[in-house]
């Protein structure tokens, strides 16, 4: 401030500005007003229209930051809006079975999803078998797979192939699953047909390997961070009991990192039921009930998006095809917030 | 002999992780190699350059890749201001607090949200909601209450939201606090100190996290499924200023991506099996699209490192 004072005092020669009368009283004027008043009074407008400033990019990042929730907010209620009308269309009890004539003329309860026709069928107990039918087996395939490699990138990798290895493995969860789908259908079912002798060529276990394909670098990455985190006098203790190297990992830094090994399975098995290219376009898509894992199957995903496309609005097709999507949600929802609380648990105890 | 035991034991599970860990790395190798070899003798200019003919069983992609680029340039202009506002917000404005602890659990969230589940939201939200209310107060007949590309590019900027927020977020936390407390030191306010010394340290991070989400979102096809993916356009998203002859792109039409382009082809073509080729190289366009953006990712961030030290 001193320094523009003087800087300024210097420019404006005070004999030169006009109708200056005390100039040579020693006091710079300009005009009328003393220089350091109005220098004072600059300054104050800049701070206050500095402090509007402050204030308003304040509010804008806050509209930013708050875009997050509003928008959760938003996908929950026009979620279950839609969905909500499905049991006004469709009687509650439909949406576990119906009674249907068999062969015989006989009335049985069936669990049906048909969705098109006079009367439609929207029993959606196959649609939530398909989904675990491909999701358990996917998250056992990849916690397998996915922990192993978390386990190698944490403790046994050297630095230099760690920095290799898992760039890698990231970019194996950067490949589009589309693509990851287009070479199941195309490869994948394939193999497994000749070598498991299945009667459907697409099926659940098919779209569980393509499935786990996206979330083995899930687990793999969480894994990694969590045993990362475990603090290096465990490791140095146990070795000094004498310890073998997979003795150290498997009984002192596995367990004390189990609650982030755990997260990321369940983070991973939200992730292999929200999974919808890969299994519409590998599991064959017919909605039966069944536990082998080698038939064709209809998840949710699936299901939303093969015939989402093609209903009227408003019918009572399209609002069961929001309540399924609301189920879904609902279930990712849940999931994603028990491994969000074991993580944010994880994190309290390591920081003691 | 129990000695022995326990060194076998130790040498055997060790190899066992490394040869996960090699069998993921060679199946991504394979997918690769794979899709390498099955798409790299239909890429020509013709191909990346030409409209698809004969009801798609010959011709190019180009509708496909520009139909890719034009959304992917929209969703970034609508997700990037927000998410690094966001991210701003909450690594420099409010910390630890309530609102800072709901607004990341949010966001969490919204990273787990699958993805068909945010084109339902499209679908409910976007199109009939916003949309149609929009028609109806403009007077429109029917111009915003449909799938066009606004709407399938405002769904894709909410799906790479996450991305965007929690990269920013790790750029902006990785600037050294003392930077910050040198500047405010000097008398200079909270956005002064943002955007003259966070941000521009920052910068490469940032840039990091829109590389990833545009890679996200270029490859993501769920979403835009019923929210302006045209199975077949014979024009382009195009419209041409009156006058000026300047074309732009069109966010009120319907438009031909390459991933859903993958998706319909191999799976309700006419003829899937004599479209083979085509299908592969449309995969090899995309994968190599994706695959340059991540590749760029990481040696970005290998570069960066070791300036930082």
Redesign the interface.
Same mark, same amino acid.
């Given at each position: 401030m001193n320094m523009n004072y003087n800087l300024q005092s210097s420019n404006l020669k005070a004999s030169n500005i006009p109708g200056n009368a005390s100039a040579k009283e020693g006091v710079k004027r300009f005009g009328d007003k003393r220089i350091s008043d109005i220098l004072v009074e600059s300054r104050k407008t800049n701070v206050r229209r500095?402090r509007i400033?402050?204030f308003i990019?304040?509010k804008?990042? %806050?509209? &930013? #930051?708050?875009?997050?929730?509003v !928008?959760?907010a938003?996908?929950f209620i !026009?979620?279950f809006? /839609?969905g909500i009308k499905a049991f006004f269309l469709i009687k509650p009890l439909e949406f576990i079975g119906t009674h249907i004539l068999d062969f015989d003329d006989n009335r049985v309860f069936a669990c049906m999803w048909q969705p098109v026709g006079e009367s439609g069928k929207y029993s959606i107990i196959p649609l939530i078998i398909g989904s675990f039918l491909v999701a358990l087996p996917a998250t056992l395939i990849s916690t397998?797979?996915g922990v192993?490699?978390g386990?190698?990138?944490a403790?046994?990798?050297t630095a230099k192939i760690r920095?290799g290895?898992k760039?890698?493995?990231?970019?194996?969860a950067?490949?589009? $699953?589309?693509?990851? #789908? %287009?070479?199941c259908?195309?490869?994948l079912a394939t193999y497994v047909q000749n070598s498991f002798h299945t009667t459907f060529r697409l099926n659940a276990f098919v779209g569980a390997i393509g499935v786990s *394909?996206v979330i083995?670098p899930v687990i +793999?990455s969480i894994t990694d961070d969590a045993l990362r985190a475990v603090p290096g006098e465990l490791r140095e203790a146990s070795y000094g009991l004498g310890a073998?190297?997979? /003795?150290t990992?498997?009984k002192v830094v596995v367990p004390a990192g189990i609650s982030g090994v755990t997260a990321s399975i369940i @983070?991973g098995m &939200?992730?292999a039921? #929200?999974? =919808?290219?890969i299994v519409? *376009?590998a599991t064959g898509n017919a909605a039966l009930v069944t536990g082998n894992v080698f038939s064709s199957v209809r998840t949710m $995903?699936a299901t939303? +998006?093969a015939e989402? &496309?093609a209903v009227p609005?408003g019918g009572s097709q399209y609002c069961a @095809? !929001?309540l399924v &999507?609301s189920i879904? %949600?609902f279930i =990712? %929802?849940v999931?994603?917030?028990v491994a969000?609380m074991i993580i944010s648990r994880m994190r309290k105890k390591l920081r003691l | 002999m129990i000695i022995k035991k326990r060194k076998i034991f130790n040498a055997f599970f060790q190899g066992l992780c490394f040869g996960m860990a090699f069998f993921v790395i060679s199946v991504l190798i394979a997918i690769l190699v794979r899709v390498f070899f099955g798409g790299a003798g239909v890429i020509t200019p013709g191909f990346l350059l030409k409209k698809p003919i004969e009801g798609m069983t010959a011709g190019g992609i180009f509708p496909a890749i520009f139909g890719t680029i034009c959304i992917t340039v929209l969703m970034i202009i609508m997700a990037i201001p927000a998410g690094i506002a966001a991210a701003i917000y909450l690594t420099e404005y409010t910390g630890k607090e309530f609102l800072g602890r709901v607004i990341r659990a949010s966001i969490n969230n919204l990273a787990g949200v699958p993805s068909i589940v945010f084109g339902l939201f499209g679908v409910g939200f976007f199109i009939l909601f916003v949309g149609r209310g929009v028609d109806r107060i403009m007077g429109f007949s029917l111009a915003f209450g449909q799938p066009v590309m606004l709407w399938a590019a405002a769904t894709l900027a909410l799906l790479v939201l996450p991305v965007i927020i929690v990269t920013t977020e790790e750029a902006l936390n990785s600037v050294p606090v003392s930077l910050r407390e040198a500047a405010f030191a000097l008398g200079a306010t909270k956005w002064q100190v943002v955007r003259n010394v966070v941000l521009p340290q920052a910068r490469s991070g940032i840039l990091t996290g829109a590389i990833l989400s545009i890679s996200r979102g270029a490859g993501e096809t769920a979403p835009i499924l019923f929210t302006g993916c045209a199975y077949f356009l014979p024009r382009l998203p195009v419209f041409t200023i009156p006058y000026v002859h300047i074309p732009v792109i069109n966010p009120l039409d319907q438009f031909m991506c390459l991933s859903y382009h993958i998706f319909i082809m191999a799976t309700q073509s006419t003829n899937i099996e004599a479209t083979r080729p085509i299908q592969y190289g449309t995969t090899l366009v995309l994968i190599g699209l994706t695959f340059l953006l991540n590749l760029s990712v990481i040696i970005f961030r290998i570069y960066f490192r070791k300036r930082q030290r």
């Amino acid at each position: 401030m001193n320094m523009n004072y003087n800087l300024q005092s210097s420019n404006l020669k005070a004999s030169n500005i006009p109708g200056n009368a005390s100039a040579k009283e020693g006091v710079k004027r300009f005009g009328d007003k003393r220089i350091s008043d109005i220098l004072v009074e600059s300054r104050k407008t800049n701070v206050r229209r500095q402090r509007i400033q402050e204030f308003i990019i304040e509010k804008l990042l %806050f509209v &930013g #930051g708050l875009a997050a929730i509003v !928008f959760i907010a938003l996908i929950f209620i !026009f979620l279950f809006k /839609e969905g909500i009308k499905a049991f006004f269309l469709i009687k509650p009890l439909e949406f576990i079975g119906t009674h249907i004539l068999d062969f015989d003329d006989n009335r049985v309860f069936a669990c049906m999803w048909q969705p098109v026709g006079e009367s439609g069928k929207y029993s959606i107990i196959p649609l939530i078998i398909g989904s675990f039918l491909v999701a358990l087996p996917a998250t056992l395939i990849s916690t397998i797979l996915g922990v192993g490699c978390g386990i190698y990138l944490a403790e046994i990798a050297t630095a230099k192939i760690r920095e290799g290895v898992k760039p890698a493995i990231e970019l194996l969860a950067g490949i589009p $699953t589309v693509v990851i #789908g %287009f070479l199941c259908l195309t490869i994948l079912a394939t193999y497994v047909q000749n070598s498991f002798h299945t009667t459907f060529r697409l099926n659940a276990f098919v779209g569980a390997i393509g499935v786990s *394909m996206v979330i083995i670098p899930v687990i +793999a990455s969480i894994t990694d961070d969590a045993l990362r985190a475990v603090p290096g006098e465990l490791r140095e203790a146990s070795y000094g009991l004498g310890a073998t190297k997979w /003795e150290t990992i498997w009984k002192v830094v596995v367990p004390a990192g189990i609650s982030g090994v755990t997260a990321s399975i369940i @983070l991973g098995m &939200g992730r292999a039921l #929200g999974e =919808t290219m890969i299994v519409v *376009m590998a599991t064959g898509n017919a909605a039966l009930v069944t536990g082998n894992v080698f038939s064709s199957v209809r998840t949710m $995903t699936a299901t939303i +998006a093969a015939e989402l &496309g093609a209903v009227p609005q408003g019918g009572s097709q399209y609002c069961a @095809l !929001f309540l399924v &999507g609301s189920i879904l %949600f609902f279930i =990712t %929802f849940v999931l994603n917030l028990v491994a969000e609380m074991i993580i944010s648990r994880m994190r309290k105890k390591l920081r003691l | 002999m129990i000695i022995k035991k326990r060194k076998i034991f130790n040498a055997f599970f060790q190899g066992l992780c490394f040869g996960m860990a090699f069998f993921v790395i060679s199946v991504l190798i394979a997918i690769l190699v794979r899709v390498f070899f099955g798409g790299a003798g239909v890429i020509t200019p013709g191909f990346l350059l030409k409209k698809p003919i004969e009801g798609m069983t010959a011709g190019g992609i180009f509708p496909a890749i520009f139909g890719t680029i034009c959304i992917t340039v929209l969703m970034i202009i609508m997700a990037i201001p927000a998410g690094i506002a966001a991210a701003i917000y909450l690594t420099e404005y409010t910390g630890k607090e309530f609102l800072g602890r709901v607004i990341r659990a949010s966001i969490n969230n919204l990273a787990g949200v699958p993805s068909i589940v945010f084109g339902l939201f499209g679908v409910g939200f976007f199109i009939l909601f916003v949309g149609r209310g929009v028609d109806r107060i403009m007077g429109f007949s029917l111009a915003f209450g449909q799938p066009v590309m606004l709407w399938a590019a405002a769904t894709l900027a909410l799906l790479v939201l996450p991305v965007i927020i929690v990269t920013t977020e790790e750029a902006l936390n990785s600037v050294p606090v003392s930077l910050r407390e040198a500047a405010f030191a000097l008398g200079a306010t909270k956005w002064q100190v943002v955007r003259n010394v966070v941000l521009p340290q920052a910068r490469s991070g940032i840039l990091t996290g829109a590389i990833l989400s545009i890679s996200r979102g270029a490859g993501e096809t769920a979403p835009i499924l019923f929210t302006g993916c045209a199975y077949f356009l014979p024009r382009l998203p195009v419209f041409t200023i009156p006058y000026v002859h300047i074309p732009v792109i069109n966010p009120l039409d319907q438009f031909m991506c390459l991933s859903y382009h993958i998706f319909i082809m191999a799976t309700q073509s006419t003829n899937i099996e004599a479209t083979r080729p085509i299908q592969y190289g449309t995969t090899l366009v995309l994968i190599g699209l994706t695959f340059l953006l991540n590749l760029s990712v990481i040696i970005f961030r290998i570069y960066f490192r070791k300036r930082q030290r």
